[in-house]
């Protein structure tokens, strides 16, 4: 069965520090990876997502960047935090079903990232 | 491009009322839906889906939801609910064979004893 995973589950960083999160998926093979944020009482905003290794495409432009060195792994990274680099990161997968084109996304349990 | 609408950001119920939960979307073709749900400090779970089909789609934990294609919409409903069911719930839209999603911007629901 396909499993996505995800952590750390929680973070505090000081502004100015790195930040790598992980994200790998189990059971499935060249699925379509994304990074979403959640600030606090707002909706999904995609970050970044991926077709393929090395291929990375950026939803808004910020102080993030995501990097896919394995077709199941997806990092998120940051040289420099900021605080309103704050939220709750999700990571998610999806593949097309062949023949039916039917999918859905398959969310990872979140990082909660407190950036002080 | 396709977007949707989740008029409510804050619904609150009494448990063992019914619930129904707005959403819109805006698109040409037949797309996807989609509802999720939320609970805190978790990731989403998929609720149920419409593809193609019977319009009437029936998912977990009670739900249901109905694509009306005249009025663009995907609405979720559930007849009782339960205090277990306070969470955020996020309708999307996607499109054949592209399984790039679009997310509407939630909704909080609140259950009253």
């Known amino acids: 069965s396909q499993t996505i995973h995800q952590w750390p589950a929680t973070l505090v960083q000081p502004v100015g520090s790195p930040l790598s999160l992980e994200c790998t998926v189990e059971?499935?093979?060249?699925?379509?990876l994304y990074w979403y944020r959640q600030a606090a009482g707002r909706g999904l905003q995609l970050l970044f997502y991926s077709v393929g290794i090395g291929q990375i495409s950026s939803e808004v432009p910020q102080n993030l960047s995501a990097s896919r060195p394995q077709d199941r792994q997806f990092i998120l990274s940051s040289k420099k935090l900021l605080l309103s680099d704050s939220g709750f990161y999700l990571c998610a997968w999806s593949v097309l079903a062949t023949g039916t084109g039917s999918y859905g996304y398959t969310f990872g349990s979140g990082t909660r990232l407190t950036v002080v | 491009a396709q977007s949707v609408t989740q008029p409510d950001i804050h619904i609150t119920v009494s448990e063992g009322a019914s619930l129904e939960l707005r959403c819109n979307y805006s698109y040409g073709a037949t797309p996807y839906l989609f509802w999720y749900v939320q609970s805190p400090g978790q990731g989403l779970q998929l609720l149920l889906k419409?593809?193609?089909?019977?319009?009437l789609v029936q998912g977990i934990k009670g739900f249901e939801a109905e694509f009306k294609r005249s009025q663009s919409s995907f609405n979720l409903r559930k007849p009782s609910v339960h205090w277990s069911d306070a969470a955020e719930y996020f309708c999307?839209?996607?499109?054949?064979?592209?399984?790039?999603?679009?997310f509407g911007a939630g909704t909080r629901l609140t259950v009253k004893p």
């Open positions: 059971g499935t093979s060249n699925p379509n």
């Open positions: 419409y593809f193609s089909g019977d319009t």
């Open positions: 999307a839209v996607g499109l054949y064979n592209n399984n790039d999603m679009r």
